[in-house]
């Protein structure tokens, strides 16, 4: 079967042909309908060899939506043909966190090796792929998974983000996402979905803006050293009570902390590099900063049920397998406009 691999640290992903894997005792084989291409990827290929921590080759994808294409021994409950999506940060299923669903914040994954698939685990941006347990496949009840892959992600890791900051996004509050990108433009329309705030929305290009205001955010700002004191200006003095950084990068956690009102919520979601130090001299009073990664099982459900009540949805381009690096491409060159998802 194809697969799209990184294969030498440094160098651009390629298109390989590789054995079909088999579903052992516990394991579900999937037909890929569907893989999401992340930046989180373009983040992993550009980590230098000494800190590379996954065995090359890899089989990238951990946005990953097919139907049930075989069963190992002793799977139930499931049979040949459901439309599944994958739940990603899979963990050991036993410890505190996994037993409340929280399996992205597994105690014990490191220590067992347990690595999402395509970030360490052979991912979904092939032909087939498996899933070591029944419990990481959520069904799709209707939903395409074409257009429903990047919500695994995409839709997920910015959902788990503003669930927690939901108390502080009152009527006549503000939030503000910073980069309207893959996650970014679904944040909007979570945030849209979920709260009365009025969204605020930074982004580097007129193009990333625009996607923005159609997915409902209510002003847009260009990023960039003047984009604090716009959002200043836009909310009478204020500032934001939550802001979502989806590049993380130092000026964009700058601008995050100088736009956090009093008792603000700042989540640093993007892989940028940047940090947002907290002092009672550096941001306003009792601003609270987090680094949140992905989501739980259950928010995995709720964001599908959010898709299938037609609260949010992914813009979408989509590519051949054989096309998956010029995605990459795109992608690196922020060319990429909402999400793009591999048709392997
Ligand atoms: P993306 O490339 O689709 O979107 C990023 C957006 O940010 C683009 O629209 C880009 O134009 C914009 N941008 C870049 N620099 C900017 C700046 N200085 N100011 C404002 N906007 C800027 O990427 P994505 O797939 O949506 O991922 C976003 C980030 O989140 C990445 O860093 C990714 O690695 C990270 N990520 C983190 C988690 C997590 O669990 N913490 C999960 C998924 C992705
Ligand atoms: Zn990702
Ligand atoms: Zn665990």
Redesign the pocket.
Known sequence: MKAVQYREIGAAPEVVTVPEPEPGPGQVLLRVAAAGV???DI?LMSWPADRFPYPLPLTLGHEGAGAVAGLGAGVTGLAEGDLVAVYGPQGCGRCAKCAEGKENYCLRAAELGINPPGLGAPGAMAEYMLVDDARFLVPLDGLDPVTTVPLT??GL?PYHAIKRSLPKLVPGSTAVV???????HVAIQLLRALTPSRVIA????EE?LALARTVGAHDTVL?GERAADRVRELTGGRGAQAVFD????G??AETAGAVASVEADVAI????GGALPVGINTTAFDVAVTA???GSRGELREVLDLARDGHIEVHIETYGIDEAPKAYER?HE?K?NG?AVILP
């Open positions: 992340c930046h989180s983040a992600d995409a890791t910073i980069g309207a990108g893959g996650l970014g930074l982004d580097l290009s990333k990023s989806f590049v993380g990068a000026p964009t979601v993007g892989l940028g949140p990664y992905w992608l922020r990429v999400r």
